[in-house]
């Protein structure tokens, strides 16, 4: 029997049991599915499937908080914020470039070139968004700050355990990626550590983490020692720098896929629909 008919043959024996087993609890639908398309006979279930995530294991998305009107945290007389958060994020850029990643950057300049319909530079949905379109294998949120020591790794609070699906996708997509972070944490907290940093590890769901849908840490930068302004001693910020691009060499062999498809995937796709909101400082 050639193939066409063969299978022509089984679609129509498989549409005609299906109809009989339907027949036992409710009248038989007219007509069938399978009869209306007797040549390409569906094979699986009729569920959508699940569009695979995908990690561009090659791609660093950084976000240098603030910027613009929003200068942040003074840290001294002479230092805000967003000019530290900036500084970081260019030693980062240039280290995991001759490392061979793509870096993606939130901002790279003071505040972004094209601002948004809202007039505001960049809203932390914004930032969410450009980070969860570049499927980064790690976005990494700069802070900095004034008080503290070293460097202090945060990732999201959000329970990693899976569960039944939440009830806000674009608030809790972080979930779904916590265990990768919690990874993630620890390889940069190993490497900085060995750098001689002093650190804090802690959880935190700094906006906009929760709604990122890749491995995520905010790293907020503190001084080293107790003079404010030493957080922008060159030789101090280029160690951190170091430690953290040194780290992420190893990582994109090492992350995997999240372990909530729906929900990280639902999140990516209302995420425009959200309304905005206002940024929590660490
Ligand atoms: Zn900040």
Sequence with gaps: M??????????????????????TAQPA?????????????????????????????????????????DSGSRISDTTVEKDVTLA?????R?????????????????SPAEPNAAGSPLTLDDRAGIANHAHASACLLLHATGSGNGVHLYSSELDATAGAPPMDPWLTAQAAWVAQSQQLEKQLATALIRAGVALV????????????????????????????DSINNPEYQQRV???????????????????RLSAAAAAVTTHAAQPKHREAQP
Excluded: Y
């Design 2 to 23: 050639p193939v066409a008919a063969f299978l022509f043959a089984l679609a129509t024996l498989t549409g005609l049991a299906q109809t009989a087993t339907q027949n």
């Design 29 to 69: 639908p007219s007509p069938t599915p399978h009869r209306q398309t007797p040549k390409a006979p569906k094979t699986g279930s009729s569920q959508p499937i699940p569009a695979p995530i995908q990690i561009n294991r090659m791609v660093v998305e950084l976000d240098p908080a603030h910027g613009g009107m």
């Design 88 to 92: 970081l994020a260019f030693r980062l």
């Design 94 to 110: 240039s280290l995991l470039s001759a490392r061979g990643f793509t870096v993606v950057m939130t901002r790279d300049a003071d």
């Design 201 to 228: 590890t802690s959880s935190a769901s700094v906006r906009p983490v929760d709604s990122l849908t890749c491995p995520a840490l905010v790293i907020e930068l503190a001084p080293e020692g107790d003079a404010p």
């Design 241 to 259: 720098a170091q430690a953290i691009a040194g780290a992420l060499v190893f990582w994109p062999s090492r992350v995997q896929p999240p372990v």
